[in-house]
């Protein structure tokens, strides 16, 4: 967020650093949540966060170096089964946040005034092939944000179109050969990678998206990684 970076400890810590002297960045304030959160996401003037058993937490960051909690928002009640958040991904304009649980599920933040945040469940529905513990774990949106793609540490992953915000429509899904962490989308759409457990980079071909094919599964090495991404030219893995 500008000079500012959000980092999140799974102890349920977020870290507020200031970056703008990338040589001397230093951690000016640190929030105790008080329970494991996993993921965060950065939209207009609000931090939301994956907390876990706790749902979705929301903090005003007007103040970038002072960030505010201002609503927790549980998602006990709200679905059939394990409201455990771990995934968590905002539209660019933060109306509406994506969550991964054992369900995808959308909300609406705000209505016509983005300062009151009001989170309001609108959908959810059942992710086919991450069942089980612990269900959908990150969530990746393409750059014009109209696909989407959510995978799972138990080796899947769904393809969303999701052109209409409030309305996720499931495409397709595919398994990876082990444990999967992250995924990231090429401008044109058009293929995904995919970093398993062990490093093992998968790229598919997703041009058609009701049929995604796996083109390539590489060791990339003995090292344990959790993070990937593609160049914006979609020709180099990294």
């Known amino acids: 967020s500008g000079d ?8 349920g810590e977020v870290l507020v650093i200031d970056v703008r002297n990338p040589a001397t960045s230093f951690v000016v304030k640190t929030i105790a949540l008080n329970e494991p959160a996993y993921n965060l996401d950065v939209s207009g003037n609000y931090l939301n966060i994956a907390h876990g058993g706790k749902g979705i937490t929301t903090l005003e960051i ?13 998602l006990y009640g709200l679905e059939a089964f394990s409201p455990y958040v771990n995934g968590i991904k905002s539209k ?74 409030s309305r996720p429509v499931l495409l397709s899904s595919l398994e990876f050969n082990g444990l999967l962490f992250d995924t990231a989308i090429t401008d044109d759409d058009n293929y995904l ?14 041009t058609n998206k009701s049929s995604p094919q796996e083109i390539s599964n590489v060791k ?19």
Request: aromatic share 10%; charged share 20%; hydrophobic share 35%.
């Open 92 to 165: 660019k304009n933060g109306q509406y946040l994506y969550t991964a649980t054992n369900h995808l599920s959308v909300f609406k933040m705000f209505d016509d005034d983005p300062t009151v945040i009001t989170p309001v469940i609108v959908n959810t529905s059942w992710l086919p092939n991450l069942a089980g513990s612990p269900g959908g774990w990150n969530i990746t949106l393409s750059d014009n944000e109209d696909l989407m793609i959510v995978s799972g540490r138990r080796s899947g992953a769904c393809i969303y179109d999701v052109s209409v915000p």
């Open 4 to 11: 500012t970076v959000y980092a999140i400890k799974n102890t």
């Open 220 to 238: 990339n090495s003995s090292v344990f990684a959790e993070q990937r991404r593609i160049t914006k030219d979609g020709r180099y893995e990294f």
């Open 193 to 206: 990678a995919g970093v398993t457990g062990s490093s093992f980079l998968t790229l598919v071909d997703i």
């Open 62 to 74: 007007t103040d970038p170096l002072d960030p505010v909690v201002v609503a927790d928002t549980g």
